[in-house]
Structure formats: C-alpha cells, structure tokens
C-alpha cells in the first residue's frame, strides 16, 4: 500500500469478478493512445470485449488492479502464455465480439470501415511486429484513468507482475506500445524492458490517416 498523492491510499490486489465494468470502461477510457476509443470506434461493447474478455474470463489470476477505496484506478491484464491466449481470442473472443458488432450495427458506421483500411495499410506496410514467444511468452498491457496517473500507480502493478512471472519460472514477456507514445517507452525501457522491434501503423486521424508505428519490447529476469 501506498500513497497515491491524494487523501486515500491506492492497493494492487488480483482482479475480481464485481471489478469487470470498472476495467472494460477504463480500456475503452484510454484505448486511443491513452484517451478515449470512440472517434475510432463508437461500440465501446466490441472494444472491451476485445481488450478485456480474454484476461477477466480466461486469465483472471494475471489481471491485476489498482483499488483507490471503491475506484479501480488502473488495471495490468497480464498473461503467462501468449500462444494459449491467441488460440482461444481466435476460436472464441474474436467471433462472439465480431458477431455482436454485426447484431448492434456497429460495423456500418463510417469510423469502422476507415478503421479496416487502416488495418489493411498497416498490414501493406509490413504488418504487426510479433515477440518470440519461446523467449517471451508472457504479456501485458496496462491503463490507468486519466486522474491517477503520474503517481507511481502503474510502475506498482508492473512490478507485481513481474514477481508472478518470476514466481512462475517465465523466462520472459513482452509488451506492446505505439511509437509516439513516448512517455510509455520511456516507463517500459526504465524497468528494464528492451526494444525488440519497430513497425508501421496506419491510423485514421480526422478525414485523412496518420503514419505512425507499433514497438514491442521484451523483458527478462536477465535484462
């Protein structure tokens, strides 16, 4: 426990059922890059399902929040297997969240289709960067609300993370980033992750698209 810099103190603990529409409207909160997902996409249900299903339903001893009295204030979906992970977003998470935007409309509205083109561009650009999963099984992503960042929060829930992973004898993980978030690098590289790659990525930025890029670094007990 520790102070968030505010009256109330801020404790890491695993994840609980009654936490899930804290943790699906913070992901949708900070989707775009820290801000809010819906000039990209409007159906905040499809970008939830997407982002959170897997960790809450599947993993949920990996996913670990940050508790300010009855606040989540920020979240860790981790993941020790990432090869388990990506089988069971394909067969299961990915259609059902597909299927829903289909049965809501959500795939008619403009801001999804230039969404796919800048998919497409991304992948003509030479795709998603990928870790290697023999050397980096394991994964995280992290969010926090906009009003709790700065205070250390998220340097907390890495940390505990990271001690589950040691714990479970993981030789290592990786995590995703965009190439302009620049704050988010420098968090990652000061605890001892490394750059493993750099790639392009396509994203709609008012009526035209903006080139920018994805960088994945990895992290090892020997870093």
Same mark, same amino acid.
């Given at each position: 426990?520790?102070?968030?810099?505010?009256?109330?103190?801020?404790?890491?603990?695993?994840?609980?059922?009654?936490?899930?529409?804290?943790?699906?409207?913070? !992901?949708?909160?900070?989707?775009?890059?820290?801000?809010?997902?819906?000039?990209?996409?409007?159906?905040?249900?499809?970008?939830?399902?997407?982002?959170?299903?897997?960790?809450?339903?599947?993993?949920?001893?990996?996913?670990?929040?940050?508790?300010?009295?009855?606040?989540?204030?920020?979240?860790?979906?981790?993941?020790?297997?990432?090869?388990?992970?990506?089988?069971?977003?394909?067969?299961?998470?990915?259609?059902?969240?597909?299927?829903? !935007?289909?049965?809501?409309?959500?795939?008619?509205?403009?801001?999804?289709?230039?969404?796919?083109?800048?998919?497409?561009?991304?992948?003509?650009?030479?795709?998603?960067?990928?870790?290697?999963?023999?050397?980096?099984?394991?994964?995280?992503?992290?969010?926090?609300?906009?009003?709790?960042?700065?205070?250390?929060?998220?340097?907390?829930?890495?940390?505990?993370?990271?001690?589950?992973?040691?714990?479970?004898?993981?030789?290592?993980?990786?995590?995703?980033?965009?190439?302009?978030?620049? !704050?988010?690098?420098?968090?990652?590289?000061?605890?001892?992750?490394?750059?493993?790659?750099?790639?392009?990525?396509?994203?709609?930025?008012?009526?035209?698209?903006?080139?920018?890029?994805?960088?994945?670094?990895?992290?090892?007990?020997?870093?």
């Amino acid at each position: 426990m520790w102070e968030n810099g505010m009256s109330n103190a801020v404790v890491v603990r695993q994840y609980r059922p009654e936490d899930r529409m804290q943790v699906r409207e913070i !992901a949708c909160d900070t989707a775009d890059a820290g801000k809010p997902i819906d000039r990209l996409f409007r159906d905040r249900q499809t970008v939830a399902d997407w982002l959170t299903h897997y960790y809450t339903e599947h993993e949920p001893q990996s996913l670990w929040v940050a508790q300010s009295d009855q606040v989540v204030a920020g979240y860790l979906t981790g993941c020790l297997d990432t090869k388990r992970c990506d089988r069971i977003m394909v067969r299961e998470v990915l259609p059902k969240a597909v299927a829903g !935007a289909i049965v809501r409309g959500a795939l008619w509205h403009l801001e999804a289709w230039r969404l796919f083109l800048g998919f497409v561009g991304t992948a003509l650009a030479g795709g998603v960067p990928k870790a290697d999963l023999d050397k980096y099984p394991g994964h995280l992503h992290i969010n926090l609300r906009p009003d709790f960042r700065g205070r250390k929060i998220g340097l907390q829930l890495v940390e505990r993370f990271l001690r589950q992973v040691e714990e479970a004898a993981g030789p290592g993980i990786h995590v995703t980033t965009l190439g302009h978030n620049h !704050a988010g690098r420098r968090f990652f590289e000061s605890m001892g992750f490394r750059l493993l790659h750099e790639q392009p990525l396509i994203l709609p930025e008012g009526r035209w698209y903006r080139r920018t890029s994805t960088t994945v670094y990895g992290w090892t007990k020997e870093n």
